[in-house]
């Protein structure tokens, strides 16, 4: 993992493996699917679930710092605590949860190469056992939006002002064709298509069969032919910002792009907005 620009947010199974008696870590899985903690899971991993635990449960908007700091707490999470994130779908979830936390500046965190299916796969113990961890000081955080989250008049304006844009979803979605993935229900916008001028580089490019992310060339080669170079502001998004806050973690962290941030509204805002320009 040293060929990646900041080799430090990343750790292997075998890592992970090595360090799960260490009180100073915290296993967290967070999924799509948010039964699959429970049918097992890797041994003292808490669960963070995506809608439950990280969104607002009446505005579309994240938890607040309070939010946050009682989350923290119940986790067993100081703001001294390393926290090592893994899901299913290849990670993407994982990387979600990631950038929610950085949100809140907890950057003692990192992501496990290959998420919950590598783990499985080579065959790693799994256990239903419920962990139980002290009640942790977590003092309150600021929330700091701008640096790392655009919003929609943001967009418009990166747009206007010739930004750079990634549409991280499935050739379909772009098009205008589908309104969500593949096989998935079709709602959630009014309009199909992208934002003008994105470059199309689905997020799963990014990976390897077994989940793990490609090399640093292989990266640079997918992303600087399209146009997604390191020099440029970037803004990445897809249908409600999770595929893209997987983009957002390969182009910050692996690649080291000094300006990356997630529109998180994605399709499901930008489709329903009045006005706002499509491409099909």
């Given at each position: 993992?040293?060929?990646?620009?900041?080799?430090?947010?990343?750790?292997?199974?075998?890592?992970?493996?090595?360090?799960?008696?260490?009180?100073?870590?915290?296993?967290?899985?967070?999924?799509?699917?948010v039964?699959?903690?429970?049918?097992?899971?890797i041994?003292g991993a808490?669960?963070?679930?995506?809608v439950n635990d990280?969104?607002?449960p009446?505005?579309?908007?994240y938890?607040?710092?309070?939010?946050?700091?009682?989350?923290m707490?119940?986790?067993?999470?100081?703001p001294d605590t390393?926290?090592?994130?893994?899901?299913?779908?290849?990670?993407?979830?994982?990387?979600?949860a990631?950038w929610?936390f950085?949100?809140f500046g907890?950057?003692n965190?990192k992501?496990?190469?290959g998420?919950?299916?590598k783990?499985?796969?080579e065959?790693?113990?799994?256990?239903?056992d419920l962990?139980?961890y002290?009640?942790?000081g977590?003092?309150?955080p600021v929330?700091?939006?701008?640096?790392?989250?655009?919003?929609?008049?943001?967009?418009?304006?990166?747009l206007q002002?010739?930004g750079?844009?990634?549409?991280v979803?499935?050739?379909?979605e772009?098009?205008?064709?589908?309104?969500?993935?593949p096989d998935y229900?079709?709602e959630g916008?009014?309009?199909?298509g992208?934002?003008?001028?994105?470059?199309n580089?689905?997020?799963?490019?990014?990976a390897?069969?077994?989940?793990?992310?490609?090399?640093?060339?292989?990266l640079?080669?997918l992303?600087?032919?399209q146009?997604?170079?390191?020099?440029?502001?970037?803004?990445a998004?897809?249908?409600i910002?999770?595929?893209?806050?997987?983009?957002?973690?390969?182009?910050t962290?692996?690649l080291?792009?000094?300006?990356?941030r997630?529109?998180?509204?994605?399709?499901t805002?930008w489709?329903?907005?009045?006005?706002?320009p499509?491409?099909?």
């Amino acid at each position: 993992m040293s060929e990646y620009a900041h080799p430090e947010a990343l750790v292997s199974t075998s890592w992970v493996a090595e360090h799960l008696n260490d009180a100073n870590i915290r296993l967290v899985e967070s999924n799509e699917d948010v039964l699959l903690y429970g049918t097992g899971h890797i041994p003292g991993a808490v669960n963070i679930d995506w809608v439950n635990d990280l969104n607002d449960p009446l505005v579309r908007d994240y938890l607040d710092g309070e939010g946050f700091s009682q989350l923290m707490a119940s986790r067993g999470i100081s703001p001294d605590t390393t926290v090592i994130f893994y899901g299913d779908k290849n990670n993407w979830w994982a990387c979600y949860a990631f950038w929610v936390f950085q949100l809140f500046g907890h950057t003692n965190a990192k992501v496990m190469n290959g998420g919950r299916a590598k783990w499985v796969a080579e065959g790693r113990p799994m256990t239903k056992d419920l962990p139980e961890y002290p009640i942790a000081g977590y003092p309150v955080p600021v929330r700091t939006d701008y640096k790392i989250r655009a919003f929609r008049d943001q967009v418009m304006h990166h747009l206007q002002s010739g930004g750079a844009l990634v549409d991280v979803r499935s050739p379909g979605e772009f098009s205008g064709d589908l309104l969500h993935m593949p096989d998935y229900p079709q709602e959630g916008a009014v309009r199909g298509g992208h934002i003008p001028g994105a470059a199309n580089i689905p997020w799963a490019k990014a990976a390897n069969p077994d989940g793990t992310f490609k090399s640093a060339a292989e990266l640079r080669e997918l992303y600087e032919g399209q146009g997604i170079t390191p020099d440029k502001n970037v803004v990445a998004y897809c249908r409600i910002g999770e595929r893209s806050s997987h983009t957002w973690f390969v182009l910050t962290y692996l690649l080291g792009y000094p300006s990356v941030r997630n529109y998180d509204g994605s399709w499901t805002e930008w489709g329903n907005s009045v006005g706002v320009p499509i491409e099909k």
